[in-house]
């Protein structure tokens, strides 16, 4: 299981950054996509999650702000953020939450993979 995050940055306030994840999960096996985030000092937070095409939940900071989309042709979730603040700064997560049939894993059941994190930056 790989999940390669690409993306994030340094941008000034106003700004706007594009996040990607890439999986090696196969797309039939993935039950739900999504982006989290982790503020030194702070617990890691949801940002953004979206399950099929369409069915999207975004944390009340960043509604109107950020995009969360699936492209099921390179099996990725992205996630474009515009009129970044300085309070966006943290550390961003992909997360993938996939049904595994038992043959690759530790019995049948759903399992959660994390991204390695990468870092956004909002300057004021």
């Known amino acids: 299981v790989q999940l390669v995050e690409s993306g994030g940055g340094l941008v000034q306030t106003g700004g706007s950054l594009s996040l990607s994840c890439a999986t090696s999960?196969?797309?039939?096996?993935?039950?739900?996509m999504g982006w989290y985030r982790q503020a030194p000092g702070k617990q890691r937070e949801l940002v953004a999650t979206?399950?099929?095409?369409?069915?999207?939940n975004y944390a009340d900071s960043v509604k109107g702000r950020f995009t969360i989309s699936r492209d099921y042709g390179r099996n990725t979730v992205d996630l474009q953020m515009n009129s970044l603040k300085p309070e966006d700064t943290a550390v961003y997560y992909c997360?993938?939450?996939?049904?595994?049939?038992?043959?690759?894993?530790?019995?049948?059941?759903?399992?959660?993979?994390w991204g390695q994190g990468t870092q956004v930056t909002v300057s004021s």
């Open positions: 979206i399950t099929g095409r369409t069915n999207t």
């Open positions: 997360h993938v939450r996939y049904y595994c049939d038992g043959r690759y894993c530790y019995g049948a059941g759903e399992y959660d993979a």
């Open positions: 999960i196969s797309t039939f096996s993935i039950n739900a």
